[in-house]
């Protein structure tokens, strides 16, 4: 199998016209129907009785360097011998020839035994083609992922238009190129497209040709490596401080009048975990409920100033003014409250100017409702409260993968939701018509938070529980893959391998025992399916 490798690789790793170093030898063979630059070949392409492609016979010469031509050699101008471009004769007793690592004037490159690394060495009858990059490597690709693609420069440098036709023949089928055919102009260059489908498990090599229709052309190594699992790695720094998006999810509807006043007590409870951490936090409150009139736009924040910050000082009473202008009944649409609070029409910027209908001027120009709040490098926290279920269009997965993709779980931003939800259950608290809640439920365990029971009417622990996950040191690290075996999770922290974490899936996340201290970092690998 070795034997079988090497003459792949010295055979790939070089294009049409360059010789083929083996590994028993070092030196000699040939590729078929190629002239070399000593015109050392027979019509077929196969060099002279008694001679490899170089000139030289297979003995090795003795005198090499005396100017005298002794068995074995190909040429010898002694002092002459050189490594100079077009010098007839090189120091090792060869004559110049495609794969010396010298280029000469009728080469485009030569770079030395199997590195031909910009294009193989040859100059077409009609012109030369250069390929970049000269090979192609997929890497480790995961069976039945996603497609791979990567793209080839073919660049025609002669002064003649050029149809070159694309040879995959030998290829297996994980590897696609598009075009079969290219017509590149005098002086210009196309793309050709080569496709990893990673279908079938193994190592995958193959040459890849672009055969000039007038003669000559280049030959082009591809690899990868399909295998039925990738390890997959994320980095996660703990920091003490840092941003936070928080939205507070209001239900203000009749149903809910006996909760609100105990949500309201424990706001300041919430607020202490925060000034606790000096981190740096945004606090809106947007309704549930679309508004039969306008205002409020369904998704926008509530009140003036639209979000409140450390500055605030007295977040109870703020918070109070924000869930009083929410509609007082109507459907309950929370899910779709969440994602239209993040479309561009009420985070962005409106116009350049503020003209009379403006209802949001800053710094001279008309801002959406929710312009400032959501920060590209905060994580975004959301807490519901309601005894009713949501009945969105969108589903779980819909709006996780909205708010998801406003953050980067590799710079330690998260997104999760958490809830102060009725406990309907045989036994629970809720005993004045709450209606189960599946779909924010759902909600709250895929993005790996808090839930906790709306029917207590006793809420300072579970703000208080939920403000030291929102603002503390993170025990919690949301993973950028999916784990494809939860055994394969290796956890370290500062180089020290830790155990006793916990995998949660619905959230793809992992749940150390206690968080790490400021400054760490926090190297978790595992197996995953796809990259």
Request: proline share 6%; glycine share 12%.
């Amino acid at each position: 199998m070795r034997s079988t490798y090497l003459a792949i690789a010295a055979g790939i790793l070089c294009g049409v016209g360059c010789s083929s170093r083996s590994a028993s030898d070092g030196d000699g063979g040939t590729d078929s129907a190629v002239t070399t630059a000593d015109g050392a070949t027979r019509a077929d392409g196969q060099p002279r009785d008694g001679q490899s492609a170089d000139g030289s016979s297979a003995d090795a010469a003795l005198g090499c360097g005396n100017g005298a031509l002794d068995p074995g050699e190909a040429c010898d101008e002694g002092a002459f011998n050189s490594l100079l471009p077009d010098a007839p004769c090189r120091p090792d007793c060869k004559k110049r020839r495609c794969g010396d690592g010298v280029k000469d004037s009728d080469e485009q490159c030569d770079s030395k035994g199997t590195h031909c690394d910009q294009s193989s060495c040859l100059i077409s009858s009609n012109g030369g083609i250069m390929a970049r990059p000269a090979r192609l490597n997929f890497g480790v690709a995961g069976q039945g992922c996603a497609d791979e693609v990567q793209s080839i420069q073919v660049t025609n440098l002669g002064g003649s238009d050029l149809e070159i036709n694309v040879d995959t023949t030998g290829c297996p089928a994980d590897f696609v190129a598009a075009p079969n055919t290219l017509k590149v102009p005098a002086a210009s260059f196309v793309e050709l497209t080569v496709t990893l489908k990673p279908t079938s498990i193994g190592l995958k090599a193959c040459t890849l040709r672009l055969l000039n229709v007038a003669g000559g052309g280049l030959e082009l190594p591809i690899f990868a490596a399909v295998g039925d699992k990738v390890k997959g790695e994320d980095t996660f720094v703990q920091r003490a401080t840092g941003k936070v998006d928080v939205l507070l999810v209001s239900d203000a509807n009749g149903s809910m009048i006996d909760e609100i006043p105990f949500v309201l007590d424990a706001i300041p409870v919430f607020a202490k975990e925060a000034a606790a951490t000096g981190l740096d936090f945004h606090l809106g409150v947007i309704s549930l409920t679309p508004a039969t009139t306008p205002p409020p736009i369904f998704g926008a924040l509530l009140g003036a100033p639209p979000y409140l910050d450390a500055k605030a000082t007295d977040l109870k009473t703020e918070v109070e003014k924000r869930i009083k202008l929410g509609p007082l009944g109507g459907q309950e649409w929370g899910f779709d409250a969440i994602a239209a609070s993040l479309e561009p029409a009420l985070t962005g910027t409106i116009s350049n100017s503020c003209g009379p209908d403006c209802t949001r001027c800053v710094d001279g120009a008309c801002r959406g409702a929710n312009w400032g709040f959501w920060r590209p490098d905060a994580s975004i926290e959301i807490l519901v409260f309601t005894d009713e279920d949501d009945q969105s269009k969108l589903t779980a997965d819909q709006l996780l993968g909205k708010l998801r993709s406003q953050i980067n779980p590799l710079l330690g931003q998260s997104v999760r939701v958490h809830g102060l939800l009725p406990n309907v259950a045989p036994g629970g608290v809720c005993k004045g018509g709450e209606l189960e809640t599946k779909r924010w439920n759902d909600l709250v365990g895929k993005s790996g938070g808090k839930n906790r029971d709306l029917c207590t009417k006793n809420y300072a622990a579970a703000f208080a529980e939920i403000g030291k996950t929102v603002f503390g040191l993170k025990r919690q690290f949301f993973l950028s893959r999916p784990v494809l075996d939860e055994k394969s999770l290796a956890i370290t922290v500062d180089g020290k391998t830790v155990s006793g974490h916990l995998y949660d899936k619905a959230s793809n996340s992992v749940l150390l025992s206690s968080p790490p201290s400021d400054g760490s970092t926090v190297l978790v690998g595992y197996d995953t399916a796809c990259p």
